[in-house]
């Protein structure tokens, strides 16, 4: 039982060694291309029930994840396995414990991050002595990140068509003509606005020749 468990352990060190290569060549690629971001709006005409009763549990169940990290002051993807796909929330009532149906582990992970980021910015403020307070719990997540295209999200520009993880079916979207030709896509938000929802998506293009190269001269006819 123990070599088996031996096994495992050196399987997940290969898989995240092999996952750093493949994102250190892709951060090594993208870094000679041209970043682009577009923002779209979701059809909202066109979303089943079955899909809204998703979003509305995604976004909820990424609050309940946001506040149980601030809870605890925990913000490692290692409290992610502890909590195994439960999380405590605070009712009226008192705590109850709460399943995650939507928020899956890449979408968990990004809502980490999100709060590394916040974090981040706070400790910056305080280093140029600005005054500040502790991270606030959420009242309401209105963002969350799908970080890997063709795995948390797929997008069909011919159809208008995004797929969300864990979102049943297709989403229709406006906008898809936006996006580049052959643009290398990246990852995408959905957002919770007051006017609708609406998606953002990164993608990577290469760069354009320049026209003209500093240090040459040009000429022009006057007539």
């Known amino acids: ?19 750093r290569e493949a994102g250190k060549a892709t951060r090594a690629r993208r870094a000679k291309m041209e970043c682009i971001v577009r923002k779209m709006k979701v059809d909202l005409s066109h979303l089943s029930n079955k899909q809204e009763e998703a979003i509305n549990r995604l976004f909820l169940e990424s609050k309940w994840l946001a506040n149980s990290c601030i809870a605890n002051e925990r913000f490692d993807n290692d409290y992610l396995k502890e909590l195994d796909g439960k999380v405590q929330v605070k009712t009226p009532e008192g705590m109850e414990e709460r399943e995650f149906l939507v928020l899956g582990g890449q979408l968990s992970q990004s809502v980490i991050r999100d709060l590394k980021y916040s974090l981040k910015s706070l400790a910056k403020l305080k280093s140029k002595g600005k005054k500040v307070g502790r991270l606030r719990y959420r009242k ?7 970080p890997q295209y063709g795995t948390s999200h797929k997008i069909n520009r011919g159809k208008n068509r995004v797929k969300l993880a864990k979102i049943p079916g297709w989403m229709r979207v406006r906008g898809l003509d936006q996006l580049p030709e052959n643009a290398e896509f990246a990852n995408c938000k959905l957002l919770d606005k007051p006017d609708g929802l609406f998606i953002v998506i990164t993608c990577y293009v290469d760069k354009q020749p320049e026209d003209f190269a500093p240090g040459t001269s040009i000429g022009v006819d006057m007539g």
């Open 1 to 19: 039982m123990a070599r088996l468990k031996n096994l495992s352990e050196e399987a997940r060190l290969v898989k995240n060694a092999r996952i």
């Open 140 to 146: 309401r997540v209105r963002s969350v990140d799908f």
